[in-house]
């Protein structure tokens, strides 16, 4: 015996009488609870925030009274911001298969919808004054086909251009903007390459340099030992300067003159040879020598009279 499924399938009576149900007196325009997207982007009025085409609402629907467009009933929407909570409605338009916005907020970018119904009514009128004015007609077909041929004009032109860019090989373009970019890439890298060689040469030439340096310090100053002082290196100079004095006054000896009377207050007059002559003849015999300064010279010179003086 099949199991029966009392929960898909429900119970008539014989004596069942539809008619005898009663009816309920709902209202004309009751309002229902629908699940909607908006059909266009507005903003809000109160607070400014956009609501975008196609974000979804729980909206509550009503029918709109003595408002019917070919027996087609028109439909009343109304939704609440997402920000402020402000009440927005909006109804159905089939006779533009669209919506329109009622209050609460603005519609967003209508001018599209706007050139359109231009468009329509400019089309409108120009049909009722071609109605009953042939005139208009003919001026309306000229300006029509002046139009038409400036733009068969325009449109030729932009056939030409492209004819015109048609000729360019672009792919070579490209293969010779690829190359010239390659060989610039390899030009810049020789240029750092030759840079960097020459910034270690200099490098290295200063490290030899720095380290010549070095080298010449560090030699000569073992080279030059601190010498203890000699004690007869005093005694040396002062012969030295003696000997030096005593050269000074031979070569200066043709410059000295003997007095004639302390001579002969000695003596030392007569035949033979006397002291001047002696003094005379060395002082021929020795050549002065021109490198002797001037002062030398009169030093030389007041040693000598002193020397006579005290003989």
Do not use: W
């Not at 009816?23 to 809000?44: E, G, I, S």
């Not at 196609?54 to 009274?65: D, I, S, Y």
């Not at 911001?81 to 669209?98: G, V, Y």
């Not at 040879?273 to 300064?293: E, W």
Request: aromatic share 6%; with cysteine.
């Amino acid at each position: 015996m099949p199991t029966p499924l009392f929960s898909l399938q429900k119970y008539y009576p014989p004596d069942f009488d539809p008619s005898k149900i009663p009816k309920l007196k709902l209202p004309k325009d009751r309002q229902y609870v629908v699940r909607l997207m908006a059909p266009f982007n507005m903003r809000c009025k109160t607070c400014g925030e956009y609501i975008y085409k196609g974000k979804k609402f729980n909206a509550r629907k009503e029918t709109v009274q003595n408002e019917v467009y070919l027996g087609l009933p028109i439909f009343r929407f109304y939704i609440k911001c997402t920000r402020c909570l402000a009440e927005i409605t909006f109804k159905t338009d089939p006779e533009n298969t669209d919506y329109t916005m009622e209050h609460g907020a603005t519609r967003n970018f209508q001018a599209e919808k706007l050139l359109e119904e231009e468009e329509k009514r400019v089309q409108k009128e120009r049909e009722e004054e071609e109605l009953n004015n042939p005139m208009k007609v003919l001026e309306n077909r000229t300006k029509d086909s002046k139009l038409e041929m400036e733009v068969l004009e325009n449109l030729q032109e932009l056939k030409e251009l492209n004819q015109r860019q048609a000729h360019v090989d672009f792919e070579a373009m490209l293969q010779q903007h690829r190359v010239s970019q390659e060989e610039r890439e390899r030009r810049q890298r020789e240029e750092d390459e030759l840079e960097t060689a020459a910034l270690l040469e200099e490098a290295r030439q200063r490290r030899l340099l720095e380290d010549s340096d070095s080298e010449d310090e560090a030699i000569s100053v073992p080279s030059h030992p601190a010498t203890k002082p000699n004690p007869t290196t005093i005694l040396d100079e002062v012969s030295r300067a003696k000997r030096k004095a005593e050269g000074s006054r031979t070569q200066l000896a043709g410059l000295v003159v003997v007095k004639k009377t302390k001579l002969d207050a000695k003596g030392h007059q007569g035949d033979g040879p006397t002291a001047a002559d002696h003094v005379r003849k060395a002082a021929d015999s020795a050549s002065p020598t021109p490198t002797a300064s001037s002062l030398s010279q009169l030093g030389a010179y007041g040693d000598s009279e002193d020397s006579d003086g005290s003989s």
